[in-house]
């Protein structure tokens, strides 16, 4: 089992930025890949960034191209997502996931964390 636990949500300004954590207990992260998700209430969980199990590949919603970076720390168990110039259509429920199988859909992902809010206003 894996347990992932997402941190550094909260509320911001139009142009700002944040940086989401996910850590990982149970097991070693270094095997699966990550991906991060993010969701509006009433809406469909959406595919945001992945990472491959190494960190060597990744791939990014058209939506958040050039503005946000994911990235992985094998060593301290941990995942991150940079999310730079937000706007408001950011607003949403963000959520990483671990799993075996390189993919941008939610039914690959076997581990899920509880989500962070991250808010932009205007």
């Known amino acids: 089992q894996v347990q992932l636990v997402e941190s550094g949500g909260g509320l911001v300004q139009a142009g700002g930025s944040l940086r989401l954590s996910c850590a990982a207990s149970g097991r070693t992260l270094s095997s699966y890949v990550m991906g991060w998700f993010r969701q509006v209430s009433g809406k469909e969980r959406e595919f945001v960034a992945i990472i491959n199990s190494s960190g060597g590949i990744t791939s990014y919603a058209d939506s958040v191209q050039g503005r946000f970076t994911i990235s992985r720390d094998n060593a301290k168990n941990t995942v991150y997502l940079q999310m730079n110039s937000l706007s408001p259509d950011d607003t949403a429920v963000y959520y990483c996931?671990?799993?075996?199988?390189?993919?941008?859909?939610?039914?690959?992902?076997?581990?899920w964390g509880q989500g962070t809010q991250v808010t932009v206003s205007s």
């Open positions: 996931a671990a799993g075996l199988q390189y993919g941008t859909r939610r039914e690959v992902y076997d581990y």
